[in-house]
């Protein structure tokens, strides 16, 4: 019986290494002769299956939005405050040059919100003035990227808010991770190791409601496939280079089961229409390598 166990043990790992192996050539192939430095990394079962050039950090851009959530609950939870509690915005808060549903609706500040709604506009919306509020509402960058450190991830790095990636092109780049560091963070988040109940259902909830990116991970994935997901996106530089295109976030499959995907996109020739559809072709062949 050992002996038995032993080999049937053996055909499975070789069996898991050789469909990860697939899939990884799958991927590169979708990559081939595109003109940017794309990452990948995969998770599924608890494990990165497929890693594709993560050796360096990408530009995180408006996924840093992500992390900054799962700081701000922290926060909360840590205080014992509720969603529900409430803090004021000024007309200085909205700064008029970036995107901000939150300002377009109330352009004179001078009014309070809950954390809930800021979190909504953040993370579902990917407001900047709501992300910035929300950083200041912590204690400032410096606590946020010390909340990454304490929780073991030394390959994601954040430094800047969005008002100051916006005071020029390159600091657009100064959030930084590698794919790897994302599927494992998110994993974290899902096995619910990082927040309470309370917290940990309403940040999956805005996730899945993120309405940036639509053409992104979820763009080819069969309707109705529950995605919760961060998008990022830059501006070009004066050659028209974009500094970042990416979208991470999880997939759930129709067993139940669920995988974590990053992709970034960094320093890209190509268009945007063609970045998205980069993203979205390895969404689908990572959706249908694990639904065969």
Request: glycine share 6%; hydrophobic share 40%; net charge negative.
């Given at each position: 019986?050992?002996?038995l166990?032993?080999?049937?043990?053996?055909v499975?790992?070789?069996f898991?290494?050789?469909?990860?192996?697939?899939?990884q050539?799958?991927?590169?192939?979708?990559l081939?002769?595109?003109?940017?430095?794309?990452?990948?990394?995969?998770?599924y079962?608890?494990?990165?299956?497929?890693?594709v050039?993560?050796?360096?950090?990408?530009?995180?851009?408006?996924?840093?939005?992500?992390?900054?959530?799962?700081?701000?609950?922290?926060?909360?939870?840590?205080?014992?405050?509720?969603?529900?509690?409430?803090?004021?915005?000024?007309?200085?808060?909205?700064?008029p040059?970036?995107?901000?549903?939150?300002?377009?609706?109330?352009?004179?500040g001078d009014f309070?919100?809950?954390?809930?709604?800021l979190?909504?506009?953040?993370?579902?919306l990917?407001?900047?003035?709501?992300?910035?509020i929300?950083?200041?509402y912590?204690?400032?960058?410096?606590?946020?990227?010390?909340?990454?450190?304490?929780l073991?991830?030394?390959?994601?790095?954040?430094?800047?808010?969005?008002?100051?990636?916006?005071q020029?092109?390159?600091?657009?780049?100064l959030?930084?991770?590698?794919p790897?560091?994302?599927v494992?963070?998110f994993?974290?988040?899902l096995?619910?190791?990082?927040?309470s109940?309370?917290?940990?259902?309403?940040?999956e909830?805005?996730?899945?409601?993120?309405t940036?990116?639509?053409?992104k991970?979820?763009?080819?994935?069969?309707s109705?496939t529950?995605v919760?997901?961060?998008?990022?996106s830059?501006?070009?530089?004066a050659?028209?280079?974009?500094?970042?295109?990416?979208?991470?976030?999880?997939?759930?499959?129709?067993?139940?089961?669920?995988?974590?995907?990053?992709?970034?996109?960094?320093?890209?020739m190509?268009?945007?229409?063609?970045?998205?559809?980069?993203?979205?072709?390895?969404?689908?062949?990572?959706y249908?390598h694990?639904?065969?």
């Amino acid at each position: 019986m050992t002996k038995l166990l032993t080999t049937l043990s053996a055909v499975f790992l070789f069996f898991s290494v050789s469909t990860a192996g697939t899939l990884q050539k799958q991927i590169r192939s979708i990559l081939k002769d595109k003109k940017a430095m794309i990452g990948v990394a995969v998770l599924y079962n608890g494990k990165i299956t497929v890693s594709v050039n993560d050796d360096q950090g990408y530009a995180m851009l408006s996924t840093f939005k992500f992390p900054l959530a799962l700081a701000v609950c922290d926060y909360l939870d840590r205080q014992k405050l509720p969603l529900e509690t409430e803090i004021y915005v000024s007309k200085a808060d909205l700064h008029p040059d970036t995107y901000s549903p939150l300002r377009d609706k109330q352009p004179e500040g001078d009014f309070h919100i809950s954390i809930k709604e800021l979190l909504r506009y953040c993370v579902s919306l990917s407001d900047n003035n709501a992300c910035d509020i929300l950083i200041r509402y912590i204690g400032g960058i410096e606590r946020l990227q010390q909340y990454i450190a304490d929780l073991g991830f030394p390959d994601m790095v954040i430094v800047a808010t969005e008002t100051q990636m916006h005071q020029q092109t390159g600091n657009q780049a100064l959030n930084r991770t590698r794919p790897s560091a994302a599927v494992l963070l998110f994993e974290q988040f899902l096995q619910k190791k990082l927040l309470s109940a309370t917290y940990q259902d309403f940040l999956e909830q805005i996730l899945i409601e993120t309405t940036t990116g639509a053409n992104k991970l979820k763009g080819l994935l069969p309707s109705g496939t529950l995605v919760g997901h961060k998008t990022g996106s830059s501006d070009r530089n004066a050659a028209g280079l974009k500094i970042g295109d990416n979208d991470m976030g999880f997939v759930y499959l129709p067993n139940g089961n669920y995988f974590v995907i990053a992709v970034f996109i960094m320093d890209s020739m190509e268009d945007d229409d063609t970045n998205a559809s980069i993203i979205a072709r390895i969404s689908r062949t990572v959706y249908d390598h694990y639904t065969k």
